[in-house]
DNA sequence: CCGTTAAAGTATCCGCTGGATGCTTATGTT
DNA sequence: AACATAAGCATCCAGCGGATACTTTAACGG
Protein backbone atom coordinates (compact mmCIF):
# COMPACT_ATOMS: atom_id res chain seq x y z
CA UNK A 1 0.00 0.00 0.00
CA UNK A 2 1.51 3.01 -0.99
CA UNK A 3 2.34 5.49 1.79
CA UNK A 4 1.70 8.71 0.05
CA UNK A 5 -0.77 8.40 -2.33
CA UNK A 6 -4.07 9.91 -0.74
CA UNK A 7 -1.90 13.53 -0.52
CA UNK A 8 -0.03 12.48 -3.73
CA UNK A 9 -3.13 12.27 -5.59
CA UNK A 10 -5.43 15.10 -4.02
CA UNK A 11 -2.53 17.35 -5.45
CA UNK A 12 -1.58 17.45 -9.24
CA UNK A 13 0.81 14.43 -9.11
CA UNK A 14 4.21 16.42 -10.02
CA UNK A 15 5.77 15.34 -13.38
CA UNK A 16 8.43 13.44 -12.16
CA UNK A 17 9.38 12.09 -8.81
CA UNK A 18 12.90 13.01 -8.98
CA UNK A 19 12.95 17.08 -9.79
CA UNK A 20 15.94 16.77 -11.41
CA UNK A 21 17.80 20.02 -11.05
CA UNK A 22 16.18 20.95 -7.31
CA UNK A 23 19.54 22.08 -6.70
CA UNK A 24 20.12 24.91 -9.06
CA UNK A 25 15.98 25.79 -8.73
CA UNK A 26 16.51 25.81 -4.70
CA UNK A 27 19.20 28.28 -5.04
CA UNK A 28 17.26 30.56 -7.82
CA UNK A 29 14.18 30.54 -5.36
CA UNK A 30 16.95 31.22 -2.51
CA UNK A 31 18.61 33.91 -3.87
CA UNK A 32 15.14 35.16 -4.87
CA UNK A 33 13.73 35.08 -1.49
CA UNK A 34 17.42 37.09 0.01
CA UNK A 35 16.83 39.67 -2.54
CA UNK A 36 13.16 40.66 -2.00
CA UNK A 37 12.93 39.68 2.27
CA UNK A 38 16.54 39.31 3.52
CA UNK A 39 19.04 36.20 4.25
CA UNK A 40 18.17 36.37 7.85
CA UNK A 41 14.55 36.47 7.50
CA UNK A 42 15.21 33.11 4.78
CA UNK A 43 13.80 29.99 5.88
CA UNK A 44 14.19 26.57 4.17
CA UNK A 45 10.63 25.95 4.41
CA UNK A 46 9.65 28.77 1.94
CA UNK A 47 12.45 27.97 -0.08
CA UNK A 48 10.95 24.55 -0.35
CA UNK A 49 7.50 25.65 -1.04
CA UNK A 50 8.91 27.92 -3.89
CA UNK A 51 10.26 24.97 -5.70
CA UNK A 52 7.43 22.40 -4.48
CA UNK A 53 9.07 20.20 -2.59
CA UNK A 54 9.43 18.67 1.35
CA UNK A 55 11.59 21.34 3.14
CA UNK A 56 13.81 18.21 4.20
CA UNK A 57 14.92 17.59 0.12
CA UNK A 58 17.05 19.90 0.57
CA UNK A 59 19.19 18.81 2.94
CA UNK A 60 19.85 16.28 0.11
CA UNK A 61 22.11 18.98 -1.06
CA UNK A 62 23.23 21.41 1.08
CA UNK A 63 24.40 20.26 4.15
CA UNK A 64 22.50 22.78 6.39
CA UNK A 65 20.88 26.91 6.04
CA UNK A 66 24.18 28.03 6.64
CA UNK A 67 25.06 26.04 3.51
CA UNK A 68 22.67 27.37 1.42
CA UNK A 69 23.11 30.77 2.22
CA UNK A 70 26.74 29.92 1.62
CA UNK A 71 26.25 28.76 -2.02
CA UNK A 72 24.01 32.00 -2.56
CA UNK A 73 26.80 33.99 -1.53
CA UNK A 74 29.24 32.29 -3.72
CA UNK A 75 26.88 32.96 -6.72
CA UNK A 76 26.48 36.24 -6.09
CA UNK A 77 30.40 36.91 -5.64
CA UNK A 78 31.01 34.86 -9.33
CA UNK A 79 28.83 37.62 -10.75
CA UNK A 80 30.18 40.07 -9.09
CA UNK A 81 34.01 39.35 -9.84
CA UNK A 82 32.46 39.16 -14.08
CA UNK A 83 31.20 42.29 -13.65
CA UNK A 84 34.62 43.65 -12.63
CA UNK A 85 36.99 41.87 -14.78
CA UNK A 86 35.33 44.66 -16.89
CA UNK A 87 36.71 47.44 -15.34
CA UNK A 88 39.38 49.26 -16.34
CA UNK A 89 40.02 52.10 -13.62
CA UNK A 90 39.96 52.99 -9.96
CA UNK A 91 36.64 54.68 -10.46
CA UNK A 92 35.27 51.98 -12.90
CA UNK A 93 36.14 49.41 -10.55
CA UNK A 94 34.30 51.88 -7.38
CA UNK A 95 31.45 52.76 -9.68
CA UNK A 96 30.89 48.81 -10.64
CA UNK A 97 31.56 47.40 -7.31
CA UNK A 98 29.42 49.80 -5.62
CA UNK A 99 26.14 49.74 -8.09
CA UNK A 100 26.04 45.65 -7.91
CA UNK A 101 26.06 46.60 -4.25
CA UNK A 102 22.78 49.15 -3.99
CA UNK A 103 21.08 47.28 -7.02
CA UNK A 104 21.31 43.75 -4.71
CA UNK A 105 21.30 45.22 -0.91
CA UNK A 106 20.17 41.81 0.69
CA UNK A 107 22.35 39.77 -1.64
CA UNK A 108 25.28 42.16 -0.66
CA UNK A 109 24.53 42.49 2.95
CA UNK A 110 24.24 38.51 2.44
CA UNK A 111 27.94 38.24 0.69
CA UNK A 112 29.70 40.36 3.76
CA UNK A 113 28.10 38.99 6.46
CA UNK A 114 29.47 35.60 5.54
CA UNK A 115 32.00 34.49 8.53
CA UNK A 116 35.93 35.08 7.50
CA UNK A 117 35.84 31.89 9.30
CA UNK A 118 33.78 29.67 7.40
CA UNK A 119 35.36 30.66 3.95
CA UNK A 120 38.75 28.82 5.27
CA UNK A 121 36.15 25.59 4.96
CA UNK A 122 34.47 26.30 1.98
CA UNK A 123 36.75 26.77 -0.90
CA UNK A 124 34.22 27.60 -3.54
CA UNK A 125 33.03 30.92 -1.53
CA UNK A 126 36.71 31.69 -1.07
CA UNK A 127 37.94 30.95 -4.69
CA UNK A 128 34.58 33.70 -5.77
CA UNK A 129 35.54 36.47 -3.23
CA UNK A 130 39.50 36.46 -4.34
CA UNK A 131 38.27 36.58 -8.09
CA UNK A 132 36.91 39.98 -6.59
CA UNK A 133 39.88 40.73 -4.98
CA UNK A 134 42.32 40.19 -7.79
CA UNK A 135 40.23 42.47 -9.64
CA UNK A 136 40.89 45.32 -7.43
CA UNK A 137 44.82 44.17 -6.71
CA UNK A 138 44.68 44.45 -10.69
CA UNK A 139 43.10 48.07 -10.96
CA UNK A 140 44.58 49.49 -7.67
CA UNK A 141 48.08 47.98 -7.20
CA UNK A 142 49.24 48.11 -10.74
CA UNK A 143 52.72 49.67 -9.69
CA UNK A 144 52.98 48.01 -6.35
CA UNK A 145 55.43 45.58 -5.99
CA UNK A 146 55.36 44.06 -2.14
CA UNK A 147 52.99 41.95 -1.65
CA UNK A 148 52.12 43.22 1.64
CA UNK A 149 51.83 46.48 0.71
CA UNK A 150 49.46 44.89 -2.34
CA UNK A 151 47.25 43.37 0.35
CA UNK A 152 47.50 46.67 2.56
CA UNK A 153 46.58 48.67 0.08
CA UNK A 154 43.70 46.92 -1.02
CA UNK A 155 42.50 46.40 2.24
CA UNK A 156 42.10 50.11 2.41
CA UNK A 157 40.39 50.60 -0.78
CA UNK A 158 38.00 47.56 0.90
CA UNK A 159 37.67 49.48 4.14
CA UNK A 160 36.09 52.52 2.30
CA UNK A 161 34.31 50.75 -0.08
CA UNK A 162 32.33 48.46 2.92
CA UNK A 163 32.06 51.47 5.27
CA UNK A 164 30.59 53.70 2.89
CA UNK A 165 27.83 51.19 1.40
CA UNK A 166 27.28 50.14 5.16
CA UNK A 167 26.78 53.19 5.94
CA UNK A 168 24.67 54.39 2.63
CA UNK A 169 22.54 51.50 2.83
CA UNK A 170 21.90 52.09 6.50
CA UNK A 171 20.32 55.28 5.86
CA UNK A 172 23.04 57.01 8.02
CA UNK A 173 24.30 59.23 4.62
CA UNK A 174 20.76 60.25 3.79
CA UNK A 175 21.44 62.92 1.36
CA UNK A 176 23.63 61.49 -1.59
CA UNK A 177 22.77 60.07 -4.84
CA UNK A 178 24.01 56.54 -5.95
CA UNK A 179 26.41 59.03 -7.99
CA UNK A 180 27.49 61.16 -5.46
CA UNK A 181 28.32 57.98 -3.01
CA UNK A 182 30.64 56.67 -6.30
CA UNK A 183 32.50 59.84 -6.46
CA UNK A 184 32.94 59.74 -2.64
CA UNK A 185 34.40 56.98 -2.13
CA UNK A 186 36.55 56.99 -5.34
CA UNK A 187 37.77 60.43 -4.49
CA UNK A 188 38.25 58.55 -0.69
CA UNK A 189 40.63 55.78 -2.77
CA UNK A 190 42.20 58.15 -5.10
CA UNK A 191 45.09 59.62 -2.66
CA UNK A 192 46.43 55.98 -1.79
CA UNK B 1 -7.04 27.19 45.82
CA UNK B 2 -4.07 28.91 44.57
CA UNK B 3 -3.14 27.31 40.73
CA UNK B 4 0.68 27.44 40.80
CA UNK B 5 1.27 26.20 44.44
CA UNK B 6 2.30 22.97 43.93
CA UNK B 7 5.56 23.87 41.61
CA UNK B 8 6.18 27.61 43.59
CA UNK B 9 6.91 25.00 46.50
CA UNK B 10 8.62 22.23 44.61
CA UNK B 11 11.47 25.38 44.14
CA UNK B 12 12.68 27.35 47.25
CA UNK B 13 10.18 29.87 47.29
CA UNK B 14 11.45 33.42 45.62
CA UNK B 15 11.95 36.54 48.36
CA UNK B 16 9.58 38.02 46.49
CA UNK B 17 6.67 37.74 44.28
CA UNK B 18 7.90 41.11 42.47
CA UNK B 19 11.35 41.35 41.44
CA UNK B 20 11.72 44.56 41.94
CA UNK B 21 14.01 45.59 39.68
CA UNK B 22 13.41 43.07 36.56
CA UNK B 23 14.09 45.95 33.72
CA UNK B 24 18.09 46.40 35.22
CA UNK B 25 18.52 42.74 35.65
CA UNK B 26 17.47 41.92 32.39
CA UNK B 27 19.27 44.33 30.58
CA UNK B 28 22.43 43.03 32.68
CA UNK B 29 22.01 39.67 31.76
CA UNK B 30 21.32 40.23 27.99
CA UNK B 31 24.08 42.34 27.45
CA UNK B 32 26.35 39.66 29.13
CA UNK B 33 24.40 37.49 27.26
CA UNK B 34 25.27 39.33 23.98
CA UNK B 35 28.53 40.07 24.79
CA UNK B 36 29.35 36.23 25.00
CA UNK B 37 27.16 34.73 22.13
CA UNK B 38 26.47 37.46 19.87
CA UNK B 39 23.26 39.07 19.60
CA UNK B 40 21.59 36.68 16.73
CA UNK B 41 21.83 34.10 19.22
CA UNK B 42 20.45 35.83 22.32
CA UNK B 43 16.84 34.53 23.27
CA UNK B 44 14.06 35.67 25.55
CA UNK B 45 14.05 32.64 27.10
CA UNK B 46 17.76 32.51 28.35
CA UNK B 47 17.45 36.23 29.42
CA UNK B 48 14.47 35.38 31.96
CA UNK B 49 16.15 32.05 33.11
CA UNK B 50 19.28 33.74 33.68
CA UNK B 51 17.47 36.64 36.44
CA UNK B 52 14.76 33.58 37.35
CA UNK B 53 11.70 34.68 35.64
CA UNK B 54 9.23 33.31 33.15
CA UNK B 55 10.17 34.42 30.12
CA UNK B 56 7.07 36.04 29.34
CA UNK B 57 7.37 38.20 32.18
CA UNK B 58 10.49 40.69 30.01
CA UNK B 59 7.32 41.26 27.82
CA UNK B 60 6.00 43.51 30.88
CA UNK B 61 9.40 45.94 30.48
CA UNK B 62 10.59 45.44 26.75
CA UNK B 63 7.86 45.46 23.89
CA UNK B 64 9.38 42.92 21.98
CA UNK B 65 13.11 41.19 21.32
CA UNK B 66 14.00 44.12 19.32
CA UNK B 67 13.13 46.60 22.10
CA UNK B 68 15.50 44.64 24.66
CA UNK B 69 18.06 44.52 22.10
CA UNK B 70 18.06 48.18 20.98
CA UNK B 71 17.98 49.19 25.26
CA UNK B 72 20.92 46.88 25.04
CA UNK B 73 22.43 49.05 22.25
CA UNK B 74 21.24 52.35 24.30
CA UNK B 75 23.49 51.41 26.91
CA UNK B 76 26.15 50.43 25.38
CA UNK B 77 26.16 54.03 23.50
CA UNK B 78 25.84 55.57 26.54
CA UNK B 79 28.57 54.29 27.71
CA UNK B 80 30.81 55.07 24.53
CA UNK B 81 29.81 58.09 24.59
CA UNK B 82 31.33 58.50 28.02
CA UNK B 83 34.38 57.77 27.23
CA UNK B 84 34.97 59.97 23.79
CA UNK B 85 33.92 62.95 25.76
CA UNK B 86 37.18 62.25 27.00
CA UNK B 87 39.20 62.41 23.71
CA UNK B 88 41.27 65.32 22.87
CA UNK B 89 42.54 64.86 19.49
CA UNK B 90 41.57 62.77 15.88
CA UNK B 91 44.19 60.22 17.11
CA UNK B 92 42.88 59.53 20.78
CA UNK B 93 39.26 59.72 19.44
CA UNK B 94 40.12 57.07 16.74
CA UNK B 95 41.77 55.07 19.56
CA UNK B 96 39.37 54.95 22.40
CA UNK B 97 36.50 54.31 19.21
CA UNK B 98 38.27 51.20 17.94
CA UNK B 99 39.41 49.59 21.26
CA UNK B 100 36.19 50.36 22.91
CA UNK B 101 34.47 48.57 19.86
CA UNK B 102 37.49 45.60 20.11
CA UNK B 103 37.20 45.15 23.48
CA UNK B 104 33.21 44.79 23.17
CA UNK B 105 33.09 43.04 19.48
CA UNK B 106 29.81 41.47 19.79
CA UNK B 107 28.82 44.84 22.11
CA UNK B 108 29.57 46.45 18.82
CA UNK B 109 28.06 44.35 16.52
CA UNK B 110 24.58 44.66 18.16
CA UNK B 111 24.86 48.63 17.93
CA UNK B 112 26.03 48.41 14.28
CA UNK B 113 23.02 46.42 13.07
CA UNK B 114 20.13 48.50 14.71
CA UNK B 115 18.73 49.60 11.97
CA UNK B 116 18.75 53.38 11.18
CA UNK B 117 14.61 53.47 10.77
CA UNK B 118 14.34 52.24 14.14
CA UNK B 119 16.58 54.61 15.25
CA UNK B 120 13.95 57.07 14.48
CA UNK B 121 10.87 55.96 16.30
CA UNK B 122 13.47 55.11 19.31
CA UNK B 123 14.38 58.54 21.36
CA UNK B 124 16.65 57.09 23.77
CA UNK B 125 18.63 55.15 21.18
CA UNK B 126 19.05 57.87 18.71
CA UNK B 127 19.84 60.24 21.87
CA UNK B 128 22.68 57.98 22.69
CA UNK B 129 23.97 57.71 19.24
CA UNK B 130 24.07 61.37 18.62
CA UNK B 131 26.44 61.71 21.58
CA UNK B 132 28.79 59.77 20.27
CA UNK B 133 28.54 61.46 16.87
CA UNK B 134 28.25 64.87 18.58
CA UNK B 135 31.70 64.27 19.85
CA UNK B 136 33.16 63.60 16.63
CA UNK B 137 32.10 66.81 15.67
CA UNK B 138 34.24 68.15 18.27
CA UNK B 139 36.88 66.68 17.34
CA UNK B 140 36.86 66.70 13.80
CA UNK B 141 35.20 69.27 12.68
CA UNK B 142 36.89 72.42 15.20
CA UNK B 143 37.72 74.73 12.20
CA UNK B 144 34.94 73.46 9.90
CA UNK B 145 31.70 76.01 9.93
CA UNK B 146 29.10 74.51 6.99
CA UNK B 147 26.73 72.49 9.02
CA UNK B 148 26.66 69.98 5.60
CA UNK B 149 30.29 69.68 5.71
CA UNK B 150 30.84 69.13 9.07
CA UNK B 151 28.26 66.27 7.83
CA UNK B 152 30.02 65.40 5.53
CA UNK B 153 33.52 64.87 7.21
CA UNK B 154 32.18 62.90 10.48
CA UNK B 155 30.87 60.69 8.09
CA UNK B 156 34.03 60.29 5.95
CA UNK B 157 35.73 59.45 9.42
CA UNK B 158 32.64 56.72 10.10
CA UNK B 159 33.32 55.25 6.76
CA UNK B 160 36.87 54.19 7.93
CA UNK B 161 36.12 53.53 11.19
CA UNK B 162 33.35 51.25 10.76
CA UNK B 163 34.92 49.41 7.70
CA UNK B 164 38.16 49.21 9.34
CA UNK B 165 36.58 47.45 12.45
CA UNK B 166 34.34 45.59 10.52
CA UNK B 167 36.74 44.02 8.33
CA UNK B 168 39.39 43.87 10.92
CA UNK B 169 36.99 41.74 13.07
CA UNK B 170 35.67 40.10 10.30
CA UNK B 171 39.59 38.69 9.93
CA UNK B 172 40.30 39.71 6.94
CA UNK B 173 42.84 42.23 8.01
CA UNK B 174 44.43 39.06 9.92
CA UNK B 175 47.91 40.62 10.11
CA UNK B 176 47.97 44.02 12.04
CA UNK B 177 47.81 44.21 15.49
CA UNK B 178 45.30 46.42 17.68
CA UNK B 179 47.26 49.06 17.81
CA UNK B 180 48.31 49.00 14.21
CA UNK B 181 44.41 48.86 13.15
CA UNK B 182 44.49 52.63 15.50
CA UNK B 183 47.50 53.87 13.40
CA UNK B 184 45.97 52.88 10.14
CA UNK B 185 43.04 54.30 10.56
CA UNK B 186 44.07 57.10 12.03
CA UNK B 187 46.42 58.27 8.61
CA UNK B 188 43.60 57.78 6.64
CA UNK B 189 41.39 60.24 8.58
CA UNK B 190 44.37 62.42 8.99
CA UNK B 191 43.95 64.27 5.29
CA UNK B 192 40.48 65.23 5.92
C1' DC C 1 16.30 -7.18 -19.99
C1' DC C 2 15.95 -7.42 -15.42
C1' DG C 3 17.44 -6.76 -10.24
C1' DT C 4 19.88 -4.42 -7.14
C1' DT C 5 21.28 -0.32 -5.22
C1' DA C 6 22.00 4.30 -4.02
C1' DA C 7 20.31 8.88 -4.65
C1' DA C 8 16.53 11.81 -4.08
C1' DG C 9 12.28 12.28 -2.69
C1' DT C 10 8.49 12.15 1.57
C1' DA C 11 6.20 12.10 6.28
C1' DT C 12 6.70 12.74 10.85
C1' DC C 13 8.75 13.96 15.04
C1' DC C 14 11.70 16.90 18.19
C1' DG C 15 13.20 20.89 20.84
C1' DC C 16 13.48 25.56 20.52
C1' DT C 17 11.97 30.19 19.44
C1' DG C 18 9.00 34.72 19.74
C1' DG C 19 4.70 35.95 20.77
C1' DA C 20 -0.58 36.00 22.55
C1' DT C 21 -4.01 35.18 26.07
C1' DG C 22 -5.72 35.05 30.45
C1' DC C 23 -4.93 34.21 35.25
C1' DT C 24 -2.88 35.57 40.02
C1' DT C 25 -0.49 38.27 43.22
C1' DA C 26 1.37 42.23 45.46
C1' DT C 27 1.70 47.01 46.02
C1' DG C 28 0.44 51.98 46.37
C1' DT C 29 -3.43 55.13 46.63
C1' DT C 30 -7.50 56.73 48.33
C1' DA D 1 -9.82 48.50 54.45
C1' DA D 2 -10.85 48.43 49.46
C1' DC D 3 -9.43 48.46 45.21
C1' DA D 4 -7.09 49.45 40.75
C1' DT D 5 -3.10 48.33 38.46
C1' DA D 6 1.53 46.81 37.61
C1' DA D 7 4.14 42.75 37.46
C1' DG D 8 4.41 38.25 37.97
C1' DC D 9 2.88 33.24 36.17
C1' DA D 10 1.23 28.93 33.23
C1' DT D 11 -0.10 27.63 29.02
C1' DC D 12 -0.83 27.60 24.22
C1' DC D 13 0.46 28.55 19.30
C1' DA D 14 2.76 28.59 14.78
C1' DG D 15 7.08 28.55 12.67
C1' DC D 16 11.78 27.34 12.59
C1' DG D 17 16.11 24.12 11.76
C1' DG D 18 17.18 19.68 12.05
C1' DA D 19 16.98 14.16 12.73
C1' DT D 20 15.16 9.72 11.64
C1' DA D 21 13.03 6.43 9.02
C1' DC D 22 10.51 5.41 5.12
C1' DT D 23 9.52 5.12 -0.23
C1' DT D 24 10.25 5.90 -4.88
C1' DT D 25 12.87 6.03 -9.01
C1' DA D 26 16.76 6.18 -12.10
C1' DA D 27 21.04 4.05 -13.35
C1' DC D 28 23.91 0.26 -14.01
C1' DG D 29 26.06 -4.38 -13.97
C1' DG D 30 24.96 -9.28 -14.72
Do not use: W
Not at 28 to 36: D, E, G
Request: hydrophobic share 45%; charged share 20%.
Amino acid sequence: MPLYEGDMTAKPRRATYRHGNLKSAALKAATRLVATSGHEQLSLREVADAVGVAHRSLYNHFADREALLDAVATEAYTRLAAILVKAETPEDYTAKYVRFALANRALYALMTSRPHATMKHNPPLQAAVHKVIAQAMRIFCQDIESPAERRRAVMKVYITLYGGISLYTAGVLDQPSEKALIAELSAMNAGM
